[in-house]
């Protein structure tokens, strides 16, 4: 949010993109969206939907990779931008639906199988970022 908001300077817009995307090499994915990697581990939240991989705690959320991509168009890290959308939108073709979110270990799309939250922003990623 703070590359996406104007309140990361250029040297930290440029270090939390970085930082983005290694983590998401890590996480063994390309896509961007990753929430809280490496996850909390089991027992940080006393609620059963954040155990680790689960809900918002390790997965890849296609609403957050619209904002985390039209950050990276509006800040100069066009080529990272236009990957991710290419990620997105193979998944979505590949998997046929525009889902709530991607859980990684078992690579299953999770949630909502017509999330407008993930259309929304990414449309808006293209509108604005392309």
Do not use: C
């Not at 590359?3 to 817009?13: K, M, N, P, W």
């Not at 809280?36 to 939240?45: Q, V």
Request: avoid cysteine; aromatic fraction near 10%.
């Amino acid at each position: 949010m703070a590359v996406h908001t104007g309140l990361a300077t250029d040297a930290q817009a440029s270090s939390i993109l970085d930082k983005l995307e290694a983590a998401a090499l890590l996480a063994g994915t390309r896509r961007a969206g990753l929430s809280l990697w490496p996850p909390y581990p089991a027992g940080t939240f006393n609620h059963p939907n954040m155990q680790p991989f689960t809900y918002q705690n390790g997965g890849v959320w296609d609403w957050w990779a619209g904002v985390q991509i039209l950050a990276e168009f509006e800040r100069g890290a066009s080529n990272m931008a236009f990957g991710h959308l290419v990620e997105a939108a193979r998944h979505w073709k590949g998997s046929g639906v525009v889902p709530e979110w991607f859980h990684l270990p078992s690579g299953t799309d999770q949630g909502s199988s017509d999330f407008g939250g993930a259309a929304g922003t990414l449309g808006l990623a293209v509108v604005r970022g392309l």
